[in-house]
């Protein structure tokens, strides 16, 4: 169990461009969950994946936000035409679909968009 | 899902057990009490969850009262790096509600020497 893993730490972009994060989930889990993390504020859902059927998206994912999980085990969370209020931290975490299991979090890429 | 009550700030002595409490007054049956912690630029981490029961682990233990509505986070002996914001959440555990969580403000627990 190596953990969830993200890809990258940090990402630095200009306004208007396109930035794609990565996630590796424990290879286990069968759930993975996309959440933002704004300065001071606790993580906000985002959405998430059964395999590779995404179930659920939250009103905070807008039409320039995507995110896909093709063979149910990686994902990726790209956004187009990034604004300044798209500067978060991006965090990814899995679980299996046990009653009650618990999420697991990666530890997040930074996007600051200039 | 249950909303929680957590005091925003408390300073734990290092060395010293540090309690953490968590109100959840409008708890329901199916639901579980879960404990994340969030170290300065990394992710929630996992610390414990329980349903009825006590449970204790590695990191901590969680006392939850026999009415469920509140509950209490206790780090045995606090070392500076248990120095974190921690987050009490109440979330139903069926397999429909997905799992997910709702993160709250939590608590900001600063461990001094």
């Known amino acids: 169990d190596t953990g969830v893993s993200q890809d990258p730490r940090h990402k630095i972009t200009k306004r208007g461009q396109n930035v794609t994060f990565r996630c590796d989930p424990i290879?286990?889990?069968?759930?993975l969950y996309w959440y933002r993390q704004t300065l001071g504020q606790g993580p906000e859902f985002l959405t998430y994946f059964q395999n590779e059927a995404q179930l659920e998206k939250s009103r905070l994912l807008s039409d320039r936000f995507s995110a896909e999980r093709p063979k149910g085990s990686f994902s990726t969370l790209e956004i187009q035409r990034t604004e300044q209020g798209d500067s978060a931290m991006y965090l990814c975490?899995?679980?299996?679909?046990?009653?009650?299991?618990?999420?697991?979090f990666g530890n997040g890429t930074r996007l600051t968009v200039t | 899902d249950a909303k929680t009550t957590q005091p925003p700030s408390m300073d734990c002595a290092e060395g010293r057990a540090a309690n953490l409490p968590c109100n959840h007054s409008?708890?329901?049956?199916?639901?579980?009490v879960y404990w994340y912690r969030q170290i300065h630029s990394q992710g929630p981490q996992y610390i414990i969850h329980g349903l009825k029961n006590n449970e204790t682990n590695e990191m901590a233990s969680l006392i939850i009262t026999e009415d469920r509505k509140s509950s209490t986070l206790i780090l045995p002996h606090a070392t500076l790096r248990d120095t974190a914001v921690y987050y009490c959440i109440v979330r139903v555990a069926t397999v429909a509600a997905g799992n997910k969580l709702t993160f709250g403000g939590g608590t900001r627990v600063l461990v001094k020497p």
């Open positions: 975490a899995s679980s299996s679909d046990s009653r009650g299991s618990p999420l697991h």
């Open positions: 409008t708890i329901s049956g199916n639901e579980y």
């Open positions: 290879s286990e889990h069968n759930r």
